[in-house]
């Protein structure tokens, strides 16, 4: 049972005239029609053929043939949930939007997080950016804020997201690899197309491979537009922080995770939700003035650059709140259409050529996903206040509409539906001017690839720097063609020369000199070539500190999985100590013993076992305590799969504790040379192991864990 009420909000409401509840029915055709034989077919005698008369037969099977949809050309793998938005302070001086204004609502809100490359079976822990798409059920209408976890794209313009994604996706010949970016066709495209960078070392750091989707920012990436009451235009940047901090785990642990559970991410969030430990993001602002457009060393339209936090701060205006897992996945979360053309009066777009092109693509889409123009008649694509207009027909029409007239105007109908007032709410774009020549074309404003990159390697902890420079010489020691790899390598130390030397060692290669021209090719084939390459790399920051993991919130442990090495004979006084103090930081504390069922403590108790050491992993915890009890201990170093289990949460930089006894199995590992260590904690208090596990991982023991050999 939930500790906290699920959502029972306007949208909910909606959603639950559709639910259909088969407790206490009675099994029927699609007709309505009672069944008493759902497992045999019509036949000509007991041994004959089936016969075509068999109407039931058919409805079933037929109904089974056509369950499928094609899945989502991009971020086809997702997980969502339910829950609320609710606004701390108005921001009515710079937007008129009810969502922004009315502090006394809550906005429902839909929520799917996703991976980008993979099909939807594939793993959570694929190294990917993660797909953030909000639908906001406001009163004004449907709002979508259709982002991801990192600040920036890979591309500058709508043309080119078809060649950026059958670049990554499994190559055409072979359908290989699966969720996986490390391969030759991806770094063709990448090192060619130098605007593609900026994103391309967010990918190489930590943030694509997040411990919990709980656990991740999300932006909005493109400018957009507020307007206040009085028509006047501000610039904005979205933000989501997450209450819980930024954590990654490393690749190695991600690379076993997918296997010991490639439904990670899913199961984390539904397994918080359905505990009553609901995930929470604030959501912040940073607002540039119209006037402040050029003021800029990169231009707000170009969607790879960010606006560093130092440069404009990020102001907090509210909150959300996931608090319901979906009842169908189908009917929710894959039927879920969300297009950023959905926007309500108080926001706009602005000329960001990426977002324009976004524009056409989503509705698009959802065309050939759901059947239809009607798919905002899906249960979960409705919005929570009235649609009238004199659309018509398509396929799945589900409503009926009434009366003579579909057109306007008319007499006939009244005049019905009538327009609206803009005093009354209706949605008017925002008045630019425009006086331009029609021209396909990039703006060279857009030209500076290389600054940002380097900004945000820069402000790197060391150990993110690492995990970047491992990230390249695995994803490019994937690839097949020496040629793509050394023009990569060119690049890299256009960003920064220390990191190339590093990706370059671990391939085994030299950093070319210089390449061939020209550097970038995403350009027209009449374009000025000199004109369109990057520019000199700038600083005009030397470090953003709030762009790197090292600095963001360590205060809870909240929802963080420990696994308790028990056998037969453990310590109920040291592990009743740690699970209560555990527990009551939220913790989720599991018994892993030899085998399922149950184990007995010392003091003659039985404990149900969360799960046998055959059937986890270590990956799939946040930390390892290990209580007292000779027996036990005798009985748990008997056992390998314990000491990999020990040996492994070491490598991950994972807090580990032991009492008494514990010591001894810990003294069988390779943890036994490292016992001074600040997250190894033996006969230590359970605060101090809170304490350790709060931090996340003790990146310090990284110079040690190569000698791990697990
Ligand atoms: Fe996109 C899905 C995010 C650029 C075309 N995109 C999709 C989803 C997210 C994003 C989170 C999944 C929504 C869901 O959960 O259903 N996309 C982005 C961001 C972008 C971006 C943050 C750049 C800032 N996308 C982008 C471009 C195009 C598309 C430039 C095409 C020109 N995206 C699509 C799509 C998808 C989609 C093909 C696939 C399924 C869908 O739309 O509904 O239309």
């Not at 960010?306 to 440069?311: D, G, N, Q, R, S």
């Not at 694509?381 to 027909?393: E, F």
């Not at 396909?440 to 940002?452: C, G, I, K, W, Y």
């Not at 470090?543 to 090495?565: C, D, G, H, W, Y």
Request: charged share 25%.
């Amino acid at each position: 049972m939930a500790k906290n009420p699920k959502e029972e909000s306007k949208k909910i409401k909606d959603l639950e005239q559709f639910y259909k509840d088969p407790e206490n029915t009675t099994l029927t055709t699609n007709q309505g029609l009672k069944v008493n034989d759902t497992n045999n077919s019509l036949k000509s005698g007991e041994r004959g053929s089936t016969l075509l008369e068999d109407f039931l037969l058919r409805e079933k099977i037929t109904s089974f043939d056509h369950e499928r949809i094609p899945e989502r050309i991009v971020h086809a793998r997702g997980s969502a949930a339910h829950g609320h938005f609710e606004l701390y302070k108005s921001i009515e001086q710079y937007s008129k939007a009810g969502i922004f204004t009315d502090v006394n609502r809550k906005t429902p809100v839909f929520v799917r997080f996703s991976t980008v490359a993979g099909s939807k079976g594939s793993p959570d822990l694929a190294r990917d950016v993660r797909g953030f798409a909000v639908k906001f059920y406001t009163e004004e209408g449907t709002w979508d804020l259709v982002g991801n976890n990192m600040p920036i794209f890979f591309i500058q313009d709508a043309m080119k997201f078809p060649d950026l994604i059958h670049s990554v996706k499994p190559e055409p010949n072979k359908e290989i690899p699966q969720a996986a970016s490390a391969h030759d066709t991806f770094y063709d495209f990448i090192s060619r197309t130098t605007e593609t960078l900026h994103n391309q070392i967010w990918v190489m750091s930590d943030r694509a491979i997040p411990r919990s989707l709980r656990m991740m920012e999300g932006f909005g990436i493109h400018t957009f537009r507020l307007i206040n009451d009085k028509g006047k235009s501000h610039f904005v940047k979205f933000h989501w922080k997450p209450k819980l901090g930024v954590h990654s785990v490393t690749w190695d642990e991600a690379v076993k995770i997918n296997g010991a559970d490639s439904d990670f991410h899913r199961r984390d969030l539904w397994d918080a939700i359905e505990a009553g430990q609901f995930p929470e993001w604030e959501l912040g602002v940073q607002i540039v003035p119209q006037e402040d457009e050029f003021k800029f060393d990169f231009d707000l339209l170009d969607p790879t650059k960010l606006i560093p936090e130092e440069m404009v701060p990020v102001q907090i205006i509210g909150k959300m709140t996931l608090n319901r897992n979906p009842e169908n996945f189908f009917a929710e979360t894959e039927q879920v259409a969300f297009l950023p053309g959905h926007i309500v009066p108080g926001i706009d777009f602005t000329n960001d050529p990426l977002l324009q092109g976004r524009l056409f693509s989503y509705r698009d889409t959802q065309l050939s996903r759901l059947g239809g123009p009607n798919f905002h008649q899906i249960p979960i694509n409705r919005p929570v206040v009235p649609t009238n207009n004199n659309q018509r027909d398509g396929m799945m029409q589900t409503e009926i509409p009434k009366g003579q007239t579909a057109y306007f105007p008319n007499s006939l109908g009244g005049g019905c539906p009538h327009l609206a007032k803009i005093a009354e709410g209706a949605f008017n774009s925002y008045e630019e001017r425009i006086d331009a020549k029609k021209i396909r074309t990039r703006s060279e404003s857009f030209n500076d690839h290389f600054s940002q990159p380097a900004l945000f390697y820069r402000s790197l902890s060391p150990w993110e720097q690492q995990h970047v420079a491992e990230a390249y010489t695995f994803e490019l020691g994937k690839c097949l063609h020496t040629p793509i790899k050394e023009r990569m390598l060119w690049l890299i130390s256009q960003i920064d020369v220390d990191l190339a030397k590093t990706v370059a060692k671990g391939l085994g290669l030299e950093i070319p000199k210089s390449i061939e021209q020209p550097i970038n090719q995403a350009i027209g084939a009449d374009a000025d070539v000199k004109a369109q390459q990057p520019s000199e790399k700038k600083n005009y920051l030397d470090q953003a500190p709030t762009l790197s993991q090292a600095n963001t919130r360590f205060e809870s442990i909240a929802t963080r999985k420990v696994a308790v090495l028990v056998a037969d004979g453990f310590s109920m006084k040291n592990f009743k100590k740690m699970q209560t103090t555990l527990e009551k930081e939220g913790a989720v504390v599991n018994l892993i013993a030899p085998h399922g069922g149950k184990v007995i403590c010392d003091q003659n108790m039985k404990h149900a076992v969360d799960a046998s050491v055959m059937t986890t992993e270590s990956v799939l915890f946040d930390a390892l305590y290990i209580p007292g009890g000779k027996k036990a201990i005798e009985a748990l170093k008997k056992e390998a799969k314990f000491l990999k289990f020990i040996n492994e949460a070491f490598k991950h930089c994972k807090a580990i504790a032991a009492d008494e006894e514990g010591e001894d199995l810990i003294d069988e590992t390779f943890v036994s040379k490292y016992k001074q260590d600040a997250a190894i904690l033996i006969n230590k208090s359970p605060a101090d192991f809170v304490n350790a596990m709060a931090k996340h991982r003790n990146w310090d023991r990284m110079e040690h864990i190569k000698n791990i050999p697990v």
